[in-house]
C-alpha cells in the first residue's frame, strides 16, 4: 500500500511525454452535455469551481494554476516554498481560502509520500501556514461553515479519515475498519461526510455522520467506486466508477466512468465514461449553481 500511494501521488510532479494527453471537461448535469476547456500535453489534475464561478483551480506538475473560464488563460498560483503540491487541493466555502496537501520536502526533487502536510493560503496565493496534523495528510474535504476539515491520514499504516478544526488542535479519528477510507467531502449541510471504503473487501461509497458515527454503505456494485461529492443543494452525489475492479488501489489511465447517486430514490445513472482515474475528479468541484461540476479525461 505503501509504494501503490508513493507511485500514484508522485505522477503530477513527474514531466511526461507528448503522448499524454489531458483534457479538462465541464458536464453539465441537467443536459448531459460536455464541454471542453482546455488540452494540454502533460498531466493536469483535481480542478476545483471557484465560489464566484469565474475560474477553476487545479495542479500540474507540483503547482495550483487558475484558469479563467471566460478567457482560457492560464495562471501559477503564488505558493512560495510550496511547490510540490498534489491532488488533493480546494477552496474554502466562503472563497477566501485556499487548502493544499504539499509534499515538505525542501531542496530535494525526490517524492516521498510520507511527506504530505496539509497548509492554508489566501485564495490569490501566499505563503502557506501548516494545519498541524500527525502526518503524512491528504486534504479532501471542508466543513461548510468552514471550520473544519476532513482528510485522509496514515497512522502506524493504517489510512484513515480524520477531522481536524481550521485553527488546529488535535485531530478527531473518524473511520477505523480494516481497510483503505479515503476520499471524505461534506455534505451541504454538514450534517454527514460521504467517502469511499475498502471495508465490505471492495471500493464502494459510503456515509457517516460529521462526527464519525452511523457508517452506511451505499454502493454496492461491479464496479470499484471512489471520491463521492455531494451536489450543493444535497439532491445527491456525483462519483468515480473504474469499470474493472482495481481492489483498493486507484490508478490513472483506466476505463472509468462518472455516475450520478440520487438521494431521493436512491438511483444511479452513468453519466459518460472515458479514460481518466487518478486525477479526474479527486477534490469538490461542483459549480456554485450545482448544475455542472469539471473534471480531468486523459
Known amino acids: 500500500m505503501r509504494l501503490f500511494f508513493l507511485l500514484i501521488l508522485i505522477t503530477p510532479l513527474i514531466k511526461v511525454n507528448a503522448q499524454i494527453e489531458s483534457t479538462i471537461e465541464i458536464f453539465d448535469i441537467t443536459t448531459n452535455e460536455r ?20 475560474y477553476l483551480v487545479y495542479n500540474s506538475e507540483g503547482n495550483l494554476f487558475k484558469l479563467d473560464l471566460a478567457t482560457k488563460e492560464k495562471k501559477i498560483i503564488f505558493t512560495d516554498f510550496a511547490d510540490k503540491i498534489n491532488n488533493d487541493h480546494g477552496i474554502s466555502p466562503d472563497g477566501s481560502l485556499l487548502v493544499i496537501s504539499h509534499f515538505d520536502q525542501p531542496n530535494t526533487s525526490d517524492i516521498n509520500w510520507e511527506t504530505s502536510k496539509i ?7 501566499g505563503s502557506p501556514k501548516l494545519i498541524p496534523t500527525e502526518g503524512p495528510s491528504f486534504w479532501h474535504g471542508w466543513s461548510p461553515d468552514g471550520e473544519t476539515l476532513a482528510f485522509v491520514g496514515a497512522r502506524n499504516g493504517d489510512l484513515d479519515i480524520y477531522s481536524i478544526d481550521i485553527k488546529g ?3 478527531r479519528r473518524l473511520t477505523s475498519a480494516d481497510g483503505l477510507d479515503d476520499g471524505p467531502d461534506y455534505s451541504h449541510d454538514g450534517k454527514y461526510i460521504y467517502y469511499n471504503s475498502f471495508q465490505s473487501g471492495k471500493m464502494e461509497i459510503w456515509r457517516m455522520n460529521a462526527d464519525g458515527s452511523n457508517h452506511m454503505q451505499l454502493t454496492d456494485d461491479k464496479y470499484s467506486n471512489w471520491f463521492p461529492h455531494p451536489s450543493p443543494e444535497g439532491n445527491g452525489f456525483v462519483y ?11 490508478p490513472a489511465m483506466k476505463k472509468v466512468a462518472l455516475r450520478y447517486y440520487n438521494l431521493e430514490d436512491k438511483s444511479i445513472r452513468t453519466l459518460c465514461e472515458f479514460t481518466g482515474g487518478q486525477g479526474t475528479i479527486n477534490v469538490p468541484s461542483w459549480s456554485p449553481s450545482g448544475d455542472k461540476f469539471a473534471f480531468v479525461s486523459y
Open 169 to 171: 488542535g488535535k485531530e
Open 119 to 125: 497548509y492554508i493560503l489566501p485564495i490569490t496565493g
Open 240 to 250: 468515480l466508477a473504474y469499470l474493472e475492479d482495481q481492489g483498493s488501489n486507484h
Open 35 to 54: 464541454t471542453v476547456v482546455v488540452k494540454e500535453n502533460y498531466y493536469l489534475e483535481a480542478p476545483n469551481w471557484s465560489k464566484d464561478g469565474k
